[in-house]
């Protein structure tokens, strides 16, 4: 289904908003010696055995490079993800390293002005996508030292002031977008109103916390109403949790450990109070490792309940046969994107594919697919930040140059940043490829 009416002015109004951000906040206020100290201490902090080989291991081969989307579209060095590295490395080098009295006469110390140097190196040039790290022959990690290096921008007050804003919105009033409990009242009334969908919150008893997104709330009603008939129609026992709904996590994204901690605590603590068994995380990319790997790490034990996200969930019920689906007519043809998070890092692959299948469409891959997809050129909150639109420009023409030889009418997706990117790259370039939402097929296409 394309955007119709409705959505298309959802989507501008909801486009401008996103892309309104900048110097919303006042900048943080701090002597330059303090930031360069608070930086080091982070380095220093996240520093283990794992970061120690990765530093070492480079045999600079530049296969690392020739991976990157932004490298790819520019073949411009500056994009050279090991190379993001280097502030990470001269602190190792001189603090760590066993030639650490040799790097202190040679390996200049970092300043204030390598800091600001670096910080659109990793943000705006980097969506921790983890292609590299998936093509480095040495096994280097570079897209989770990214996040470490944006951990250090972070404490040193060197964020980018949209996810500034996105992190203080969400740490002061827990929401995303001003999507609070009223709006998601709201938009899940409406949805009741419009399509007779059953609506469950804070449901006694359930088995299943479905989170959604303020981007679902506010834009991709599609994809709520898909996931929330698709629960129903499998007669589910789900519910939505009125104080922890919201899955987006901008703490992940941007590198704030506390308010990644914060986000994370409050769905881990309603869904364990909940006793329920399984939290479903909606069509948001990165939620899906937030929940399933980091949120145990943050609690500091293993999850009382298990981690699924939406595409996964169906995926399973289609391949046990448990969800048949309208076969859509037409013999159309689509290809799919794999969210950076759900694919590479959470190896959700088959189950997207199952539902494509049902659904009786055609699948063209793109040439470079499942955990070497490409990135939508926007992940990581990237598509927020005003300064990193050139960039992103440069990470969707990568993309759409493989998408558009697949010949497919319409492009799938399981993430609603993606979604959003595509959407936003779509009028920047001109490209008029349908996009899809799965849960929203899914949904659509139920049996009677
Ligand atoms: S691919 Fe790995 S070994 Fe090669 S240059 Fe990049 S980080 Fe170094
Ligand atoms: S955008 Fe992806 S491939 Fe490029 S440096 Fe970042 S993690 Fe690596």
């Not at 500056?78 to 390996?107: C, G, N």
């Not at 189950?351 to 697919?369: M, Q």
């Amino acid at each position: 289904m394309s955007m119709d009416k409705e959505m298309q002015d959802s989507f501008a109004m909801f486009y401008g908003m996103s892309q309104s951000l900048k110097g919303l906040v006042e900048p943080v206020d701090m002597e330059d010696e303090e930031r360069v100290r608070k930086a080091k201490q982070v380095f220093l902090n996240k520093a283990n055995r794992d970061t120690a080989i990765n530093l070492e291991a480079c045999v600079r081969c530049g296969l690392c490079a020739e991976a990157c989307q932004f490298y790819i579209a520019s073949e411009d060095p500056k994009y050279t993800p090991i190379a993001k590295l280097d502030l990470m490395k001269r602190v190792y080098q001189r603090e760590l390293s066993p030639f650490r009295w040799l790097h202190r006469i040679f390996t200049p110390d970092i300043t204030i002005g390598d800091l600001r140097e670096f910080q659109p190196k990793v943000f705006d040039e980097c969506t921790m996508c983890g292609r590299c790290s998936m093509i480095c022959p040495m096994g280097i990690d570079i897209a989770e030292m990214v996040h470490t290096s944006r951990e250090a921008m972070v404490e040193a007050g060197l964020m980018p002031s949209e996810l500034d804003y996105m992190c203080r919105e969400q740490d002061g009033e827990g929401t995303i977008f001003g999507a609070n409990e009223e709006l998601l009242n709201f938009r899940l009334n409406d949805l009741k109103e419009k399509h007779g969908v059953e609506i469950f919150v804070d449901k006694p008893g359930s088995d299943v916390m479905m989170l959604t997104s303020g981007l679902d709330i506010h834009l991709f009603t599609d994809a709520l109403l898909g996931t929330i008939r698709t629960l129903d129609h499998l007669k589910v026992n789900w519910t939505l949790c009125s104080h922890a709904f919201e899955a987006a996590n901008f703490g992940l994204l941007a590198g704030s450990d506390k308010t990644q901690k914060h986000i994370t605590m409050r769905i881990v603590d309603a869904a364990t109070e909940m006793g329920v068994k399984t939290v479903l995380t909606p069509e948001c990319g990165h939620t899906y490792p937030a929940m399933r790997w980091a949120a145990a790490e943050i609690s500091g034990k293993p999850l009382p309940f298990e981690v699924m996200t939406v595409s996964e969930f169906f995926g399973r019920q289609v391949m046990e046969g448990k969800l048949k689906l309208k076969k859509i007519p037409g013999d159309k043809v689509v290809t799919l994107h794999d969210p950076c998070k759900v694919g590479r890092h959470g190896g959700v692959f088959d189950e997207p594919r199952a539902i494509i299948k049902e659904l009786g469409l055609k699948l063209n891959e793109t040439e470079s697919n499942r955990e070497l997809n490409f990135c939508c050129g926007g992940g990581a909150g990237n598509f927020l930040v005003q300064s990193a639109a050139p960039v992103r420009k440069l990470g969707f023409q990568t993309k759409m140059k493989e998408v558009n030889k697949t010949g497919a009418e319409a492009l799938l997706v399981s993430c609603g940043s993606c979604r959003l990117n595509f959407e936003a790259g779509k009028l920047n370039t001109g490209d008029t490829i349908q996009v899809d939402s799965i849960a929203a097929l899914v949904g659509e296409n139920l049996p009677d």
